[in-house]
């Protein structure tokens, strides 16, 4: 055999042997890989509000053999979204530890859309600021081993939590005026934190009581003590969704005057004032009223006088007899401010205009809507300078006195009503009517 026959086999045997050793190095190295198993996904829980979680989702990569083998693993578990119901957050648990070289972020979602996100790091000292506001919520932690910054290959992955939660609304609560009133007062509620999409209702037979929205789940009715309501005590149920409350009002007599109006019946603008067409038009025209409501508060502040200079010649729900008719009384709705024909009347507060016009009976009428029911009327007026549906502000011009319809002289009767109940006008413009009250 020649060298040179000699120096190929030798080639050949070193080729094979290199071809088997690289075979045994890709079988050894498969061998690894396939038992490079599940069990090798380090088992991450975190504890969030003292209650154990577990991850929904993973991918994890592992390495052996220096580095030269790598395999990555991911997977789902949908059963381990923690649902941890109503969350007590005075109770809660802030504090929150990751595992050693992790990272945890967070995602916290609010019905559905995200509010705040940031570093786990800070959870604890956030923990009050994030759950201001009631509602469902959806805490998502992401825990990341990052990969080595250097390129080389090793342990890392991410495990992702989902929490479920719900904070709930505070109960309502309930603020009132004093309950001890007398005849032609008001008695005031106030609601706050009613839960959205809520309307809080009051059921009472004193009269039309109408909450409307002052704020963000604040609502305020004002019920009325009318003047002919008969003293003793009252019933006022709220309900608001799931919340339900009852206040008993006690109503006392207020002591109503006695007045003999003297009028000259010949006269025939009296005569068409006091006519069953009269009668008829004030029930066609103002009546109507006393049913319908704004449903948003108009009012801000104290009520005005309407006439700044005013003797008041017929106080409120006096009992009144024409040309000392003593089989006749009748109940005087309001009060009068006798003052010189063209004296300014200005609005008592903001408001609607629901009735500017000439009416047989209360002469040249103005009536303003204030909300929730509340009205002011100015009857006999020499003119009016507002029309139906303005909105007028507070201390606004919008007429003058005069002696129109059924009048003796000069002045403004000036009334107040919530639905068909009229309350005392002195009353509610003084800073210390139950209307206003303080907290």
Known sequence: MGGGTFLKIKILII????????????????????????ERIPHVAINVFGTTVEPREHEWHTTEVWGLVNRSF???????????????????????????GFYAR????????????????????????LFEMPGDYLLAISLEKPQNPQGRLHEHGLFEFRIHFTVPRPDPEIFTSRSTL?????????????????????????????FAPTGEGEWFVAVPIGNTRPPGTYTVNVTAGDFTWEKEVIV??????????????????ITQANSPAAFQQFRDRILPLFEMYDDVIHWQGTFLRPVEDGRISTPFGAIRFTNSNWANPRHHWGIDIAAPTGTPVIAT????????????????????????????????????????????????????????????????HFEFRIGNQAVNPLMLIEETAPLYFRD
């Not at 959870?123 to 009050?128: A, I, M, T, V």
């Not at 008001?186 to 706050?192: K, M, P, S, T």
Request: proline fraction near 3%.
């Open 15 to 38: 080729c094979l042997s290199l071809i088997a050793l690289v075979l045994c190095a890709a079988i050894t190295l498969r061998v690894v890989y396939n038992n490079l198993l599940e």
């Open 106 to 129: 967070y995602n916290l979602l609010l019905d559905n859309e995200v509010i705040a996100y940031g570093y786990m790091e800070h959870w604890s000292d956030q923990l009050n600021e």
């Open 349 to 412: 507060n903001y408001g609607r205009v629901v009735l500017a016009e000439y009416l047989y009976n209360t002469g040249y009428t103005i009536v303003i809507e204030h909300g929730g029911g509340l009205k002011s009327l100015h009857y006999h007026l020499d003119t009016f300078y507002v029309t139906y549906n303005e909105m007028v502000q507070r201390g606004n011009l919008i007429g003058t006195v005069g002696s129109t319809g059924f009048s003796t002289g000069p002045h403004l």
């Open 74 to 100: 991911s997977g789902e578990n949908v059963h381990a979204t923690a649902r941890l119901g109503e969350l007590n957050l005075n109770a809660a648990i802030a504090d929150f530890n990751a595992p050693t």
């Open 252 to 269: 006392t007599e207020y002591d109503f005057q006695t007045q003999n109006l003297i009028i000259d019946t010949t006269n025939p603008v």
């Open 182 to 210: 007398q005849q032609g007062e008001v008695f005031a509620i106030r609601l706050e934190n009613v839960p959205a999409r809520v309307r809080p209702t009051a059921e009472t037979v004193l009269g039309m009581s109408i």
